[in-house]
């Protein structure tokens, strides 16, 4: 019931948006809905390629396939409202709708880096122990590493959310961003939010950091390990690692620099907030596909199957 009171004078969130330009509104419109649709396309091509391709039922291709279902769900929770947004003037969200949107952001966004390390660890196994790949690499331990992922984002997103749900909202309520955004939504509190936004920037900017160091020391024991053993194996065993060392750039650049760094410039925030939320999204299943030639073999095998079977009287 306190939290309800505390709540009470402020019911809404008022977006301020990319722009306040009506052509330009709709030009985003335009842009974010084909992006959006070409986010929905490329990762569910690379998930239903891996479910029913048997080419792909390997610890390698059972990581890339969760992590575009977790790009889905990353974009699908803010994406959506941002596009309806830009056909309307007054961008508003209710108190719940901008509570729900963060709490979804940081699960997703919390278990998709869970699961990008779980993914330097299978290149790991499969560059440095290629005879126990296998072994290691079960099918309880892969299940094992999906599980942890799913509670290190949920224990992401509780211990902040936990707090910023009790917080008093009584006064000001303009968001200059186009999607609830933790720290910027933090800084509307009528209370002193200082240990709060130490706890997101501990919780979201420097364990990003952190993590995004240990899996660039990884990569590198292993490109050394790449460089010692020269060979076709190796060839192909780099170019599947540089995807990955181009997915965790993108992926940890703008959390890094999102949570970790401020910025007076909302300029920045706001590009680097549409990076991180529609563009790594979109970008993922890019890379994966066209620098892996059996991800698009298998897609190519997908798509005959189905215009094959239309066409089969």
Known sequence: MDLLNNRSSVSEFVLVGLSTSQETQILFFAIFFLVYVAIIVGNLLIVISVIVDNHLHSPMYFFLANLSFFDLCLSSAA????????LRKHKTISWWGCMTQMFFMHFFGGGEMSL??????????????PLHYKTILSHRVLTGFLLLSWVIGLIHTTSQMVFTVGLPFCGPNVLDSFFCDLPLVIKLACTDTYILELLVIV????????????????YIVMLVTIWKH??????????????HIT???????????????????????KFLSVFYSIITPLLNPIIYTLRNQEMKAAIKRLSNHHIGSWLTP
């Open 247 to 269: 997915v965790v750039t993108l992926f940890f650049g703008p959390a890094i620099f999102i949570y970790a760094f401020s910025f007076n410039s909302y300029s920045v925030d």
């Open 116 to 129: 990008l390390i779980a993914m330097a660890v299978d290149r790991y196994v499969a560059i440095c122990k």
């Open 230 to 243: 020269s060979s076709s194996a190796s060839s192909k065993a780099l170019s599947t690692l540089s995807a």
């Open 203 to 218: 919780n979201s900017g420097l364990l990003s950091l952190i993590c995004f160091i240990l899996l660039l020391i990884s």
């Open 79 to 86: 994406t959506p409202k941002v596009i309806s947004d830009f």
